[in-house]
């Protein structure tokens, strides 16, 4: 027990995971090796195993977006001739490779790049535009989209020969090797992090959840990028431990009373974090699931299995797959209302969103609202349109709370 | 009238009555498959005797499919999955969605719950079309529609039932290439609607009979005098450039379209099918084959290479970016393949469009500008 007091609290050890990461990168840029940019969804276990530092233009964007800078830079990026109608996350991308730095968040500079399209295709011209505005190498792991679950032998087979292709340029590339032993290890790590994680987010399935679920959004990132580590193993570990002493001793992160359970769909509006937080905060409003756990959680117990789990994330999947595991998630996870996020910035994500949202309304029973926001530029969020769609579900939950309780 | 008015005016006529073209093949027997927007393998529908059909969307209001669609998915799906929640498309067997960009990605969860009487037939194309692992995939794709398309027709298709389809489709790619190059070389003989027109139409008419009209229009267009063309000539660039307004623009202004780099028109005839031992690898790797186009991965751009040498090849003064409005692919490129223009040294405008727009002042304005640029 007191071994648990003395240690650092696993949000701040997760942090530090996600800075440390970054910090390695500017070394290994600094010792004259080779920095990628990656993206977020690219198989892990590969940079992983060969040691290539990466650093993700995603969660940078996020991070500028979170530190107030989204804006700026988005306008930056519509001075070269971007359009304001493509990804937030991508403008200020273009902006940060062309700008070199930026006051919020900096990363070092790619010496090549690393694309998934498992989460959409904007990502593809994203980093073909990158690699030609910095005249450095693409290479692109393509996952297509999904027709059926689970992930077919053919897709499977495509994804492998990708991946190994993958790995023999990276070593022509970076002059590293690959190591089967390695390899092994890393997914072992990889399964034993996502397992914690899958263990942690699950505790909200407790009543009042032992945490405020906006932490998932932080805490994503890390169970995204660096799930093949130890120490994210161990954070993820302790997280799942803090949690459950949480439900043991009836607290809770969110620090308020937690009235209303929700499920939050779609990427934060980085941007307008506070704000969307503690509107909802301050109505008793916690978010308890969100497609985030089970989507990231990326199990596999063989190889085939690996290519497959990368098919799985949201944006990759079937609809009716994407609405079973909201269904899941919201009927095990007991949550009085659903939050859509028409994210302005995504064409995929948000295409379906309203047979979705339809859809998880008649299976699990419960009132939804949509509201219009964007991942990291602020100009597309409205306070007032947000309060407005929040206050509305809050009615309708306080009635079905009513009718539950006369029942 | 002579004969190349009465051609030209046919075309025209299939290119807007879609619907009537749909109901005289349906009454001579034959069933018909949508092709939503891009590269569908078209043959595997005619070789199971079918007539494929493009759907690119068409000049309408969406009300129902915002039900389904926000407001910044592109125009094209918009008013595709309008049309077929409306009806216009009863009548096909089934529909085919590809999944090159991200909102069509969404299209086959959202056509199945709106228009559930029509099946929807996914296509996925390899990104990585130019590698062996690539060909591959998309050859089982090909494989997974064809089965399905064998259900619809009610038969199976051979090899040789695709063989025959290819090569019928290739003729038609061969004379389509030789319309092109006349367009180039004869400028101002036919205007922009018209040879909008000639491409259009092929989207509603059996291959042969469009291969057919085409190469009569060819052979009087070969014979046609070169007249001295006075005007602006350009090179059209973009997913569609098919608005009628933007096409009567370009006719009242005198503009001549030489050659262009659109995925609706000459896109989808440049690239043969390779003949191999399999028919359905070599449509695979025709997939790979395809330059030019935004959904299609190109991490070198080598669409803004291909348009700098349409432009200097056809004698264009000036290249036009046809904009679909919110679609993405396009909003990317536009950066990169504009720098590589200026580079060039070859003037260029971008003009946005939406199907749904009824008013197009600021196309007007700005193509009357850039016939100034132009020096006419």
Redesign the interface.
């Given at each position: 027990m007191d071994d648990h007091i003395e240690r650092k609290p696993a949000k701040i050890r997760l942090r530090e995971i996600a800075e440390k990461a970054t910090q390695d990168a500017w070394e290994a840029k600094l010792r004259g090796e080779k920095v990628g940019w990656c993206a977020s969804n690219f198989p892990q276990e590969i940079t992983t195993t060969l040691g290539i530092p990466v650093v993700f233009p995603e969660n940078h964007a996020a991070g500028v977006a979170a530190k107030g800078g989204g804006q700026r830079m988005c306008e930056y990026a519509e001075s070269m001739g971007y359009s304001s109608d493509l990804c937030s996350y991508s403008r200020i991308s273009f902006a940060y490779a062309a700008l070199k730095e930026c006051p919020e968040l900096n990363i070092p500079q790619p010496d090549f790049l690393l694309c998934c399209n498992n989460i959409c295709n904007c990502m593809i011209k994203w980093y073909e535009n990158l690699a030609v505005e910095l005249d450095i190498p693409l290479l692109l792991i393509d996952i297509p989209h999904l027709d059926a679950f689970p992930c077919d032998e053919d897709r499977i087979r495509y994804i492998r020969a990708q991946f190994d292709d993958c790995i023999r340029k990276l070593e022509e590339l970076t002059g590293k090797k690959w190591d089967e032993e390695r390899f092994k290890e890393v997914m072992a790590i990889s399964q034993r992090s996502s397992r914690a994680w899958l263990k942690a987010v699950s505790y909200a399935q407790y009543t009042p959840s032992p945490y405020s679920g906006f932490d998932i959004f932080n805490n994503m990132a890390v169970a995204v990028v660096a799930r093949g580590t130890v120490e994210a193993a161990e954070a993820f570990e302790q997280l799942a431990e803090e949690y459950e002493e949480n439900v043991k001793n009836g607290i809770s992160t969110f620090k308020a009373e937690e009235k209303y359970r929700v499920l939050f769909e779609g990427i934060a509006c980085w941007a307008n974090l506070s704000y969307t937080f503690k509107t909802l905060k301050n109505l008793g409003i916690n978010v308890t699931a969100t497609v985030y756990g089970p989507a990231f959680s990326f199990l596999y117990d063989n190889l085939d299995e690996l290519m497959a789990a990368y098919s799985y994330v949201p944006n990759c999947n079937v609809f009716e797959r994407e609405l079973e595991l909201r269904v899941n998630d919201a009927i095990r996870h007991k949550v009085d209302g659903a939050i859509f996020h028409i994210n302005r910035s995504c064409k995929h994500w948000s295409g379906t969103l309203y047979e979705m949202e339809r859809q998880l309304r008649e299976k699990a029973g419960i009132p939804t609202v949509v509201f219009d926001g964007d991942q990291a530029d602020p100009r597309v969020f409205s306070e007032a349109q947000y309060l407005t769609r929040i206050e509305a579900l809050v009615e309708i939950m306080e009635e079905n709370k009513r009718k539950g309780a006369r029942k | 009238m002579n004969r190349m008015e009465e051609l030209l005016r046919a075309f025209r006529n299939i290119a807007d009555n879609p619907k009537a073209q749909l109901e005289k093949y349906r009454a001579e027997g034959k069933k018909a498959v949508g092709c939503m927007l891009y590269f569908c393998p078209e043959e595997l529908v005619y070789a199971a005797g079918m007539i494929p059909f493009g759907l690119w969307g068409a000049r309408t209001q969406a009300v129902e499919a915002k039900?389904?669609?926000?407001a910044?998915?592109c125009s094209v799906l918009q008013t595709t999955l309008e049309l077929g929640i409306r009806g216009a498309y009863d009548g096909l067997e089934a529909v085919m969605i590809p999944?090159?960009?991200?909102?069509l990605?969404?299209?086959?969860?959202?056509w199945?719950?709106?228009v559930p009487h029509i099946p929807a037939i996914?296509v996925?194309?390899?990104?990585?079309r130019k590698?062996?692992?690539?060909v591959?995939?998309t050859a089982?794709?090909y494989r997974?529609v064809k089965a399905r398309l064998e259900e619809i027709a009610g038969r199976a298709i051979t090899d040789a039932d695709i063989r025959d389809a290819v090569s019928v489709y290739n003729a038609r790619r061969a004379v389509m290439r030789r319309f092109l190059e006349l367009c180039a070389r004869k400028p101002g003989l036919l205007k922009p609607s018209e040879r909008n027109a000639v491409f259009k139409s092929s989207c509603f008419m059996d291959v042969r009979e469009h291969a057919g009209m085409v190469s009569e229009l060819v052979a009087l267009m070969e014979e046609a005098p070169a007249g001295e063309f006075k005007g602006p000539k350009i090179v059209t660039s973009g997913i569609m450039a098919d608005h009628p307004n933007l096409l009567q623009i370009l006719d009242d202004l005198g503009y001549a379209v030489v050659d262009d780099e659109v995925t609706h028109e000459s896109l989808r005839f440049r690239a043969d099918v390779p003949e191999t031992e399999d028919p359905i690898e070599g449509m695979a790797r025709q997939v790979g084959n395809i330059e030019g186009c935004?959904?299609l991965?190109?991490?070198?751009?080598n669409r803004g290479k291909m348009l700098v040498d349409l432009a200097k090849k056809s004698g264009a003064d000036g290249v036009l970016l046809v904009l679909t409005k919110?679609c993405?692919?396009e909003?990317?490129?536009?950066?990169?393949i504009?720098r590589m223009l200026d580079a060039a040294g070859i003037p260029a405008i971008q003009v946005e469009i939406d199907q749904q727009t009824a008013e197009n002042a600021q196309t007007l304005t700005a193509l009357e500008t850039f016939r100034g640029i132009l020096g006419y």
């Open positions: - | 039900r389904y669609l926000p910044f998915i999944i090159l960009c991200d909102s990605k969404g299209m086959d969860g959202n199945r719950y709106s996914p996925a194309h390899a990104q990585n590698t062996e692992a690539g591959a995939f089982s794709q997974k935004s959904v991965f190109d991490p070198e751009k919110f993405d692919p909003e990317y490129d536009y950066v990169p504009k």
